[in-house]
């Protein structure tokens, strides 16, 4: 089986249209004169992005606010979505967390197809935004000096999942995250980096400092935790929490709720340092497909 | 299981942005001051919409060319894409295939998802046009006394399906179809409505009946045939070809090859007439998911 890293390399290989920051940016952006559109696809697997059997509500809550925290992380409000929906037997109740979470967001159903297949469902989600700030946000901005924020803390959907599992406990954040939409398009105007925390800290920091070519060395200790103290380490390599991850030059306040937990420097031997060292290369830093 | 009416019919329910087009006429059109864009999404699922075992260059032949279909129904050239893409075996001969259609269309690789799933695999594509002229077609524009037209021979790609599933004869027509781009933007200007085949030639001019609220009479005899005249019924109830289906004023010729096949009268009791005669109810008329 082809690993995720090495098709997206290929791919990458045949997308050279400008707009093409979509591949390892989550979003495309389309100049068109006066506006930006910004545009993201995201697919979720039965068994994979979430459980079998998992409130169909649930799913669809979650389809619709993964591709809107792509656009929270380039200030964009939503134009709308294309949906791709393979029929099930709990259409109805998918179709209830859709309307609520495209109510949530202000986010219209503009279209897009429905089939029938045997075997675990595949869902698609393309979600249209419009640009409320230029040059929209990138994770290839960061400069040296430049301090490293998250906005909120991590661990919350990995309790939830736990939750979920088990049957007992509260497993509201790994069901239902909230985009932090408001907050993007707070950030985009000063940010000169930004992306949103969908697989890990560690990993998603360190993609950012590849797409910069900055090395961030991160204070452990700082990531604002929603799970105990001695769950950090795994907190550090979760994904699903939708928080926004950003860079300020040194000295630059935040003006939304936000937690500094490091600082990019020129880039050295390993794009990212935890406490000041590099991780061990078996470390697989976060969430990873394929 | 949900049938897909009934599904599309729940999702227009909640589908009231006026670009929400997309949910029963493939597109969604977005105005954006001087420019209107086109979206669509469309979704294969192994097994279904293509045999297990193709080859995966065709597969994304296929799923770029129906995505570019829509666009071409629209009169709209394309933008780029965004793909949706579960891993799988044969992920260099996709990645071959996708870059040859891309380039074919001149559509370029915007960005999209990529997963790892078990079973069959779902593929989706977002393909983006820009309207080359407004007000942009829909199946809704049909009046009293247009004619109906189609740009081609249906039953071509039946019998590629035939040959690719024996390993015998010319499989073509069904392996590699062909949007009709420049035959889109020509006709876009002049018709009263278009759509693309998708579906089966009886099943697509009834919902473009239903849609404008008039009754469409086809002689079944002046649809051009790439199929043996004894298929002929069949040939009208098979999808996969893409021609273009629309409408022109009487009297009005079509500025690109095309067979009138039909006219549009007030809606009667049924949305659809072959030879003067409504079809029995249980007659599927084309392509059904669900």
């Known amino acids: 089986m082809t690993t995720e890293p090495a098709f997206i390399a290929a791919l990458r290989a045949i997308a050279s249209h400008p707009a093409a920051r979509g591949l390892d940016d989550d979003c495309a952006v389309l100049d068109l004169g006066d506006e930006?559109?910004?545009?993201?696809?995201d697919m979720m697997v039965e068994g994979?992005?979430?459980l079998s059997g998992q409130d169909a509500a649930d799913v669809a809550w979650k389809l619709v606010a993964t591709n809107m925290s792509d656009l929270a992380a380039k200030g964009a409000e939503p134009v709308g979505v294309l949906l791709g929906y393979m029929l099930g037997t709990e259409d109805a109740r998918?179709?209830?967390g859709l309307r609520e979470a495209l109510d949530f967001y202000g986010a219209p159903l503009l279209g897009g197809d429905t089939v029938s297949g045997p075997g675990p469902r595949a869902l698609g989600l393309?979600?249209?935004?419009?640009?409320?700030?230029?040059?929209?946000p990138s994770r290839a901005g960061v400069h040296a000096g430049d301090g490293l924020w998250i906005t909120g803390a991590v661990g919350g959907a990995m309790l939830g999942l736990e939750a979920l599992r088990s049957g007992s406990g509260d497993s509201l954040a790994y069901r239902r995250p909230q985009a932090l939409m408001a907050e993007g398009r707070k950030l985009a105007p000063l940010v000169t980096a930004m992306m949103d925390v969908s697989d890990g800290v560690l990993l998603d920091a360190q993609r950012m400092a590849q797409a910069s070519g900055v090395t961030f060395d991160i204070a452990s200790h700082a990531v604002p935790l929603a799970c105990p103290e001695n769950r950090r380490a795994e907190a550090l390599r979760w994904g699903d929490d939708y928080?926004?991850?950003?860079t300020l030059p040194a000295g630059a306040s935040t003006?939304?709720?936000a937690t500094r937990i490091g600082a990019a420097a020129e880039r050295g031997p390993a794009p990212l340092l935890v406490d000041g060292l590099a991780l061990d290369g078996n470390d697989r830093l976060?969430?990873?497909?394929?």
């Open 286 to 290: 976060g969430y990873r497909h394929g």
């Open 48 to 50: 994979v992005h979430y």
């Open 94 to 96: 998918f179709l209830a």
């Open 255 to 257: 003006p939304v709720p």
């Open 126 to 136: 393309t979600a249209v935004g419009r640009a409320t700030c230029r040059p929209v």
């Open 243 to 246: 928080q926004l991850l950003f």
């Open 36 to 41: 930006a559109l910004v545009l993201t696809h």
